[in-house]
């Protein structure tokens, strides 16, 4: 078994771990109680239980560009067990945030391709397929996550936007973590961000990179010939999206 630590709440993030495990047939993985946890089976699949309570098989895809996938949800004081199903690899993302228990906490769950919102948004090259596995509507303590998949030279997180300021319902604060896939092996994208106070940074992003978001716009773009898949896992003041729009580029949206 082979486990990433790519995010430590405390550390690069306020909020956020964010930790990636490589399972073996027949290998299990224990997820801590101690914080609220949604677990996204990449690839493969997993025996899933919460609390010793069997929650049947999660996953079965044989990569996030394929399909949607199923993610294992647990309220904060719960355990999970994930044991590799089958004869392949497994690979799963194991968002956390801290958060007590509370007596009408969310159910534990297998989270499936049904229960997600699943969008084409956007126009032209800024158009991409949006999965929302846990979005304000799904029974959740903090945390909220997706999947985004860019077509090769296309753009997401676009218009550009921010949601670093605590002003509902203008914006509401809330951090994020994006963690890459790119198909096929060897492309990349580029991950901007900035502010409107003239702080900006770009850079590439390939398989299994991540980028911490804790401020400012953040757009994406994927490499011409190769399609951008990103998990997005975020948590702060509140489970409501408002994310706000640069307004020197908002017109892309409102024209649209």
């Not at 914080?35 to 996030?64: M, P, Y």
């Not at 936007?161 to 096929?184: A, G, S």
């Not at 502010?195 to 990179?209: H, I, K, P, Y």
């Amino acid at each position: 078994m082979k486990i990433r630590a790519l995010t430590t709440a405390g550390g690069s993030t306020a909020h956020i771990t964010l930790t990636v495990a490589d399972l073996a047939a027949g290998e299990t993985l224990e997820v801590g109680a101690e914080n609220e946890s949604a677990a996204v089976v990449l690839s493969g699949r997993v025996d899933a239980a919460v609390d010793g309570a069997s929650l049947g098989i999660a996953g079965a895809r044989s990569s996030v560009f394929d399909a949607p996938g199923d993610t294992v949800y647990a309220p904060p004081g719960a355990a999970t067990t994930l044991t590799a199903n089958g004869d392949g690899a497994v690979q799963v993302a194991i968002a956390e945030a801290a958060a007590e228990p509370t007596p009408d906490a969310p159910p534990a769950r297998v989270i499936r391709r049904s229960d997600q919102r699943i969008a084409e948004v956007g126009q032209g090259s800024w158009s991409r397929t949006v999965r929302t596995i846990l979005g304000p509507e799904h029974a959740a303590v903090r945390l909220l996550l997706g999947e985004t998949i860019n077509p090769p030279g296309n753009w997401s997180s676009y218009p550009p936007h921010r949601h670093d300021r605590h002003d509902p319902p203008r914006e509401v604060n809330l951090e994020e973590v994006y963690l890459f896939k790119v198909d096929p092996p060897g492309g990349f994208g580029v991950q901007i961000r900035y502010d409107l106070g003239g702080a900006e940074e770009a850079f590439l992003v390939r398989d299994d990179d991540i980028a911490v978001i804790r401020a400012g716009f953040h757009p994406v773009v994927a490499a011409s010939g190769y399609a951008l898949y990103y998990l997005w896992v975020m948590a702060g003041e509140g489970r409501v999206m408002m994310p706000y729009l640069d307004p020197a580029h908002a017109w892309v949206q409102e024209a649209a």
